[in-house]
């Protein structure tokens, strides 16, 4: 069984800064790309295993997104946040759990960031 553990939400006023971590745990035997998304509908930022980067052009040069392949771990920097930014974040990641195991999608279970203006 594979587990993301998401961290980090909280409630900070316009401009201020938060940083979201995901921890995966399990039966894993590589892990290919990892993302964060709002809502699980809109892509945050998105991470190849070899450091591949995108974002949504709503937090470009704002949220900085970053993995740690030796701890399993994927983190969300997020500055100068504004109220838009409000939601639940979910770490999500493409896993495979044997060498000869499908590709599956997996999901946290999300963690809410608040931002008042």
């Known amino acids: 069984q594979v587990q993301l553990v998401e961290s980090g939400g909280g409630s900070v006023q316009t401009g201020g800064s938060l940083r979201l971590s995901c921890a995966a745990s399990?039966?894993?035997?590589?892990?290919?790309?990892m993302a964060w998304y709002r809502e699980q509908r809109e892509l945050v930022a998105f991470i190849s295993k070899d450091?591949?980067?995108n974002y949504a052009e709503s937090v470009k040069g704002r949220f900085t997104i970053s993995r740690d392949n030796a701890k399993k771990s994927l983190f969300l920097q997020m500055n100068n946040l504004k109220p838009e930014d409000t939601g639940v974040y979910y770490c999500?990641?493409?896993?495979?759990?044997?060498?000869?195991?499908?590709?599956?999608?997996?999901w946290g279970q999300g963690t809410q960031v608040t931002v008042s203006s």
């Open positions: 399990g039966r894993i035997f590589k892990i290919e790309t």
């Open positions: 450091g591949r980067i």
């Open positions: 999500n990641a493409y896993i495979r759990q044997t060498p000869i195991a499908t590709l599956d999608s997996y």
